[in-house]
């Protein structure tokens, strides 16, 4: 139940809130994206993402004050947009309403995680994780259960009522049209076997590692089609795997899809173990699911913390692939050279540099003017996506630091 003090909050914080998103930079910005998703890159884009949140909050910028949880998860986005926006909004879009859940529920795979833990900072989740193989023998591959994904329609109805009567006249309200999908599952049986199990039975048991891979492409492709008959694929998601989403095709303006249908909207894949495989490997192993995944959807984000430069002919044979990650164990060059004109290169810079005794700038511009080079080089559409931020130390200042040396090097 809202109280008058959550509902004060709410409003008052989604007008700062509107007071940026109404800002003509907004819309200048998802042009210079439609830009480079079109492969008609304008200049170089910068996102920042997946942050130490525990440790940016020394102003109690961040801090909750509403106590209901439905007004809390709405606070929470609210304030990350917002202190994001203050102090390293780089390339961001905040777009000109506030964005509210449907009620979706899916059921996984049947299996939950089971590990041994280790805390390396017991303020954050950073946590050292050995995980139990529960995928052994034949007779286990049938734990592997298709999801199966709900939507209570009347409880969507119930939060979009309450966001419109807690936000009235103060800022527009749009409901997500749904899911996007995760297709980078090897990522689960990573979770579900270990990693050093797996490796063994790429060598000792490929027939068995094929199975499990079946079963799980199984699920997901149940998952994609429960999603397709209820309509809730997410079309209208500005993101995708930290990146903007913005096209001609898909996403022409905010909150503009083209139906919560999988033709309209993205998804994003990855095998991040194979970094330590040869890409025949990936070809056997990785490429024959992935195609089936990713061929419902419009368009599809590929790739993580994986190296992916030696293995670019493969990934191009993914249906509809549009971004490809550059990540710090990608030889950049090499990258550049592969890609082509028709995806874009989404480098991630290395988070490392952030976490020196003392922030380096000029180290930060010569790696990001690397990369630049090499994609002017081969005329690539290019990207900087800062993620997987574990630590700067509790000195916020650092990715103010980093976002204004980004935007000197891409603006000139």
Known sequence: M?????????RELAAQYMEVAQLPVQREKMELWKALNRGKMQRPMVLIDQLPWHELNADGELTLKTTDPFCRHIEHEMRQTLYKWNHFPVDMVVEPFITIPKSIRNTGYGLTVEEDTQITDTVSDVVSHRYHNQLQREEDIVKIKDMVITHDVEESKRWMEQA???????????QSSGLQFHLGVWDTLSVLMGVQNIYFDLVDRPEFLHACMERITSSV?????????LGIHNDTASLCHCSHTYTDELLPDFGQGKGPYAQNAWAFGLAQLFSSVSPAVTEEFELPYVLRMAKPFGMLYYGCCDRLDDRLDLVKRIPNVKKVSCSPWSNRDVFAEKIGPDLVMSNKPSPALLVDSVLDCGEIERDLAHTLQAARRNHVNLEYILKDISTIHYQPQRLTQWAETAMKVVNR
């Open 2 to 10: 809202n109280t008058q003090h959550d509902r004060d909050v709410l």
């Open 221 to 229: 492709m149940s998952g994609i089609r429960q999603a397709e008959a």
């Open 164 to 174: 419109e009567d807690l936000f009235g006249g103060v800022a527009p309200v749009r």
